[in-house]
């Protein structure tokens, strides 16, 4: 059964400091996204990450991924009080239906950027 | 152009209720999902339907829940006798399954489903 984990689940910082959410996922999978949910609303996607050594930048934020590792990263730099929200990474596992995939959440990190 | 649409936005059910949400897919989009979100927690899988094969339920939490979607268009969550630990919010996503990117699920804004 593949789990995803995130770690910090809260973070609380101050507008102008770097920070780093991971995302640790326990079995092999070739793709992995991350999603920003603001309160009340849907998901947003952020980031596809395709392959061993993939980094992808905007803005402020930076995701990488190590598929041997099997761990992402999200990272947070000189954060502005917009990028509060709530950051999920998703792992993508394949499902019954040949050639469909489900995504596996992670908890989810709850991001507060201070003023 | 328009994206997933889901209806109601929100609804407040008395337990042991049955309930409907539907969900809009992106014209074109034959792959549709639904998730259950609980308040706080990240998204758990419910339902696949992919065209006219038959839909993955594997994610199905009880035999209360049930979805049906007609061809390519829109679909519905059924929950029968609604239970307090239905409260949630529940996103439909579809994907196109062509592309650079086939399976990128697109996500609607979700029903908040409340049970008292």
């Known amino acids: 059964e593949l789990k995803v984990e995130q770690n910090p689940l809260f973070l609380s910082m101050q507008e102008g400091k770097n920070y780093t959410i991971y995302c640790n996922y326990s079995t092999t999978s070739d793709r992995l996204y991350w999603y920003r949910q603001d309160p009340g609303k849907s998901l947003e996607s952020l980031f596809v990450l395709l392959s061993n050594g993939a980094v992808k930048q905007e803005g402020r934020l930076m995701a990488s991924l190590d598929t041997k590792a099997r761990l992402s990263t999200l990272h947070i730099t000189a954060a502005v009080h917009d990028l509060s929200a709530t950051y999920f990474c998703?792992?993508?596992?394949?499902?019954?239906?040949?050639?469909?995939?489900?995504?596996?959440f992670g908890q989810g990190t709850r991001l507060t950027i201070n003023p | 152009g328009a994206g997933v649409s889901q209806s109601p936005s929100n609804k407040v059910t008395e337990k042991g209720k049955d309930v409907e949400l539907r969900c809009d897919p992106i014209?074109?989009?034959?792959?549709l999902y639904w998730y259950r979100q609980r308040l706080g927690q990240g998204l758990e899988f419910l339902i696949y339907f992919q065209g006219n094969s038959a839909p993955d339920k594997s994610g199905l939490p009880s035999d209360r829940f049930s979805a049906e979607r007609t061809g390519e268009s829109v679909s519905t969550l059924t929950i029968q006798r609604t239970q307090q630990e239905d409260s949630a919010v529940y996103l439909c996503a579809s994907s196109y399954l062509g592309g650079n990117l086939p399976y990128e699920q697109y996500f609607g804004p979700g029903t908040r489903l409340t049970v008292t």
């Open positions: 998703a792992v993508v596992r394949p499902i019954i239906i040949q050639g469909a995939q489900k995504l596996v």
């Open positions: 014209s074109g989009h034959t792959a």
